[in-house]
């Protein structure tokens, strides 16, 4: 593994050498805390964040590194019209390990072309959030010790989050797991992961029933309705708060059931759920800071390497997504493969 873009960049023995570093960073961060001194992380933030940016400085600064960069594009360069492959040349030029996060599908991927050294995906549109899986395993297996043979409950906005995306496929790889997938049918999980389940053979459900579906669950994932991600306000208005969790329906759910939420919420989890100790969204967050240390220890202690520079594309790019990168930056390789954009996974057309 030299960059982090999909979680699927990992091998199931790498996350289990790395769930072992976080747990023992848990236990005894002391002992770590030089561990990158002299490394430096730069943080590309195009898109607002909270716990993925702070967590992700907070880590490189536990472990004896610094860190460079922006929370604001309009601070660097790109808002002059710089190239994102010239940003990258200069900033994996000076940095040991870059983390981005962007509206962009597919950017960090295209950004790993041209770095020196490791890029991290912290997030690319509603595409995938691959540090965000790795925060959720995390907190699963520190809870129940493993993560097989267990159901699995997404219950919000199935489309647009790309944290729902990226925890069903690494999920998927476990003995025994089942997904209850709970949305509104224009909110439901994209066409190429249900294909993805159904090619697999792991058992799915689509229901729009959360309470319905409460007492089955052993895990419940809420998300937040996007509003980022609609083109129409109105169709936001029509579909916010559309399931809200309250201590009322947690009486329906088994004694063990774990609640877990990316964050930030809305108002999908009532206030009065958080003294119940089956949620666990906030030591969710926590956990984010261990692994995340886990993940720079294992990647920015590597030497650079300069990228092999490819010449300028010249056939044209078939992706139909309006937010994939291959829309702006015209210049990237055609990585397409069996009919699937290799930047945002978008089936082309
Ligand atoms: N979970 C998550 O990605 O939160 P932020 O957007 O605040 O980073």
Not at 15 to 44: E, F, T
Request: a neutral charge; glycine letters at 6%; one cysteine or more.
């Amino acid at each position: 593994m030299r960059h982090f873009i999909d979680f699927e960049d990992m091998s199931t023995a790498e996350w289990n050498s790395l769930y072992s570093l976080a747990s023992d960073i848990m236990a005894h961060p002391r002992d770590y805390v030089d561990a990158l001194r002299g490394r430096v992380m730069a943080s590309l933030f195009f898109e607002p964040s909270t716990r993925t940016n702070f967590s992700f400085q907070t880590a490189m600064l536990k472990l004896g590194g610094g860190v460079f960069g922006f929370a604001d594009a309009n601070t660097s360069s790109v808002s002059k019209g710089e190239c994102l492959k010239d940003t990258i040349t200069m900033c994996s030029s000076y940095a040991d390990v870059i983390t981005m996060r962007t509206p962009v599908e597919g950017m960090v991927k295209a950004a790993s072309l041209y770095s020196a050294c490791p890029v991290i995906n912290a997030g690319d549109g509603g595409h995938l959030h691959p540090t965000q899986t790795l925060t959720d395993l995390t907190t699963i297996t520190e809870r129940r010790g493993s993560l097989e043979n267990m159901n699995v409950g997404l219950c919000g906005d199935l489309k647009n989050g790309r944290t729902v995306h990226s925890l069903i496929r690494a999920l998927s790889r476990f003995e025994g797991v089942s997904f209850f997938l709970i949305s509104p049918r224009e909110l439901a999980v994209p066409e190429y992961i249900t294909k993805f389940l159904g090619e697999k053979g792991i058992r799915f459900v689509e229901t729009t029933n959360l309470e319905a579906t409460i007492p089955q669950l052993d895990v419940l994932y809420m998300t937040r309705v996007q509003r980022e991600r609609f083109s129409d306000p109105a169709e936001y208005e029509r579909l916010k708060g559309v399931y809200v969790l309250n201590a009322q329906k947690m009486k329906l759910a088994k004694r063990e059931m774990m609640v877990l939420h990316p964050l930030p919420r809305v108002d999908e989890i009532a206030l009065d759920v958080d003294p119940d100790p089956r949620a666990c969204y906030f030591h969710q967050a926590e956990c984010g800071l261990y692994v995340r240390m886990a993940l720079l220890l294992t990647l920015a202690s590597k030497e650079k390497a300069r990228p092999e520079q490819s010449l300028p594309e010249t056939r044209p790019h078939r992706c139909k997504n309006p937010r994939c990168i291959t829309r702006t930056e015209a210049y990237l390789p055609v990585l397409d493969e069996d009919g699937v954009c290799g930047y945002c996974d978008s089936k082309l057309v």
